[in-house]
Nanobody, 124 residues
Framework: QVQLVESGGGLVQSGGSLRLSCAASGRMLSDYGMGWFRQVPGKEREFVASTTWSGDSTWYAASVKGRFAISTDNARNTVWLQMNGLKLEDTAVYYC?????????????????WGQGTQVTVSP
């Protein structure tokens, strides 16, 4: 399995930006697709963005497309989520996850490794 540690969350004003990072460790990282999810209390964890380990292909939820960007730094075994134009509804705990399934069609249940999450709070 892959071990994942997120960082970079915090408090930001509406319209601002944050960059989340996910440090990955383990064997055969190149076999994994990577994703970001988010969850608010009382709601299901929802997909935000995903990428192949190489970063060549990316996918986004409609709610964040054009505002968020997922990328990878293979040399540092790190996955980034650049979040611009943040809105109040982006407030959530953000989780990094890894899957060995086809990341282009993977659902939440297909991801086998999860980080502990990092809180993002957007204020008015």
């Amino acid at each position: 399995q892959v071990q994942l540690v997120e960082s970079g969350g915090g408090l930001v004003q509406s319209g601002g930006s944050l960059r989340l990072s996910c440090a990955a460790s383990g064997r055969m990282l190149s076999d994994y697709g990577m994703g970001w999810f988010r969850q608010v209390p009382g709601k299901e964890r929802e997909f935000v963005a995903s990428t192949t380990w190489s970063g060549d292909s990316t996918w986004y939820a409609a709610s964040v497309k054009g505002r968020f960007a997922i990328s990878t730094d293979n040399a540092r075994n790190t996955v980034w989520l650049q979040m611009n134009g943040l809105k109040l509804e982006d407030t959530a705990v953000y989780y990094c996850a890894a899957t060995r399934d086809d990341v282009s069609i993977a659902t939440r249940s297909d991801y086998e490794s999860w980080g502990q999450g990092t809180q993002v709070t957007v204020s008015p």
